[in-house]
């Protein structure tokens, strides 16, 4: 839902309005949130330009079971998220559909409502959303402003620095710093900034997970699955989204993403639960991988059910044949605003389809029917979008190549020359693609890889070179490996980037320098004043 307040400052901005600031924030993600706080905190003005209704990105749509990793390494703003989170649900108030005690308190790596360190890694959507509302009401002054960047002459440089950038119905923004906020990284691409798209060979940062894999045991399809429309008829043509081979030796690179799909929130509780219908363009044969699956030996592991509270769930991919819709998003990243809102409308069709099927086909057993039956879509989540997410799950699109690169042998190293935060979460990449092999039809992409500790974040890696811009910081769309990627994208190492970046653009600001030459040890010093965990404490 969209709260009353944020109403009023999206529709505060007029289209004719020419605006302003220190610093612009492009994205209403998790990070362009705390990176708009963060540089209201230190005196600057702000302008956070949301090409979304919601603020929040996936943290307020549908992905409620969090990534966290090692809670030590989560301090600042991102930490005080998390603990407004947990003292939400310690009113019981905020029970309305279930008690707390008959809550599973689960959470991805340990308890979900943590008393000891006082902060929840699960939660509804639409709690998340009111807590990022709170942040920017306490931090008046960020104007924020609805609109996407133009797609053609969206961005005005001079000398390597950004001046000013336009959206799409003309409105112009300037500012002294920019912050690309975004999943797609539009506003970095726009400014002419090195990026790249797709998996690197092992041999090109000498890595050992990166590029073609072979396929995995993990969310695999069970052995044996014909990859042809008429089965044992190659004349017949391949299934649909299954490829003839990998495209490639094992390792080397290639220009396939790992796959996306929408966090979906669920409930079973009869008062709040919508069911779902089966969609007006529904093709049985899309879902003939399903069925096949099926006849294969899988019962279970459509969907996840993650436990959120009052009854609601974050569902995610969980197997081979689930939500992610394989080798569906190659082109998102650099595609135009059309193109991309196709591919979210096939992502959501997938999903209602992939439910509606399980729940009331006739080829699906009895007893997978009975145990999908209960569930629907929440009532009291996405009030305005359907009681659908708006969020379509980014899990990779653009990335940065940019002063310093995250690499899988960097990251097990575990220590950065200028460290602005920490990840822990192991390299994960899910499934890129479908492929027909001696064993039937497989998956193709799927990494986890534990990391062997915790990791610094360098400074670099959210930092253009020198040479293509001077006034931007990009805490998304970062400089990093795909399969190095795979561990930082989370959604809380997002946000801590984020308000490291805010920090570095505002101390540019009092510099009067680049965001390349900005003194690395008082944007340190400034970052561990307000509570970022730059590193750990030594053992013993």
């Known amino acids: 839902m969209i709260v009353p307040l944020l109403c009023a400052l999206l529709a505060a901005t007029p289209a004719s309005a020419p605006v302003s600031a220190d610093i612009c924030v492009y994205g209403g993600t998790s990070a362009g949130v705390i990176a708009a706080v963060q540089a209201r905190k230190m005196g600057k003005s702000v302008i956070l330009v949301s090409p979304s209704r919601h603020l929040g990105g996936l943290m307020t749509g549908g992905l409620g079971f969090t990534d966290m990793g090692d809670p030590r390494t989560v301090g600042g703003l991102t ?9 939400h649900y310690q009113d019981p108030g905020a029970w309305t559909l279930q008690t707390k005690d008959r809550f599973p308190n689960k959470g991805q790596h340990g308890p979900a409502f943590d008393s000891k360190l006082e902060i929840a890694t699960v939660f509804e959507p639409h709690v998340a959303e009111k807590v990022f509302t709170d942040l920017l009401a306490e931090n008046t002054g960020v104007t924020i402003v609805r609109g996407r ?26 500012a002294r710093m920019f912050i690309d906020a975004s999943y797609e990284g ?13 998996r690197e060979s092992n041999a090109q940062y000498g890595e050992s997970i990166d590029g073609i894999r072979a396929p995995s045991i993990k969310n695999q399809l069970p052995k044996g699955i014909d990859p042809y429309v008429r089965p044992g008829d190659p004349a017949s043509g391949l299934l649909p989204g299954v490829n003839p081979d990998a495209g490639g030796s094992i390792g080397s690179a290639d220009r396939k993403i790992q796959a996306y799909c929408y966090r979906m929130c669920l409930t079973d509780a009869p008062r709040n639960r919508l069911p779902i219908a089966k969609p007006a363009r529904y093709r049985e044969s899309d879902y003939e991988l399903v069925f096949r699956a099926i006849e294969k030996g899988q019962t279970r592991g459509f969907f996840k059910l993650s436990a959120l509270p009052n009854r609601k769930t974050d569902s995610n991919n969980d197997s081979g044949i689930s939500t992610d819709f394989i080798g569906q998003n190659y082109n998102y990243p650099e595609a135009g605003y059309a193109e991309r809102e196709k591919i979210a409308e096939a992502h959501k069709q997938w999903q209602l389809g992939l439910v509606w099927t399980l729940q009331n086909h006739p080829r699906i057993p009895e007893a997978i029917r009975k145990f999908y039956a209960a569930w629907g879509l929440p009532k009291d989540e996405f009030t305005d979008t359907d009681h659908w997410p708006e969020q379509l799950y980014i899990r990779e699109a653009r990335r940065m190549i940019g002063s310093s690169v995250l690499t899988e042998p960097l990251l097990i190293q575990g220590t950065a020359p200028h460290s602005i935060g920490m990840g822990s979460y192991q390299m994960d990449s899910h499934n890129v693609q479908r492929i027909a092999t001696r064993d039937g039809v497989q998956n193709e992409g799927d990494v986890q890889h534990a990391v062997p500790q915790p990791y610094q974040i360098d400074y670099g890696m959210i930092v253009p070179k020198a040479d293509q811009c ?37 101390l540019s600001i009092d510099s009067g320098t680049t965001v390349q030459k900005l003194d690395t040890q008082k944007l340190a010093a400034r970052l561990e004043a307000d509570g970022q965990v730059l590193r750990l404490p030594s053992a013993g």
């Open 149 to 174: 960047l133009a797609e053609k002459d969206g961005v005005e440089e001079e000398r390597q620095k950004i001046v000013s950038i336009r959206l799409e119905d003309g409105r112009e923004i300037s």
């Open 79 to 87: 930490r005080d998220f998390f603990h407004r989170i947990w003292s």
């Open 470 to 506: 001077e006034n931007l910081l990009v805490p998304v769309c970062l400089s990093a490996s795909h399969i190095a990627y795979g561990s930082i994208r989370m959604e809380p190492v997002f946000m801590i980037l984020g308000q490291s970046a805010a920090t570095a653009a505002a």
């Open 186 to 198: 539009d506003l970095m691409a726009a400014s002419g900034v090195s990026f790249t798209v797709g």
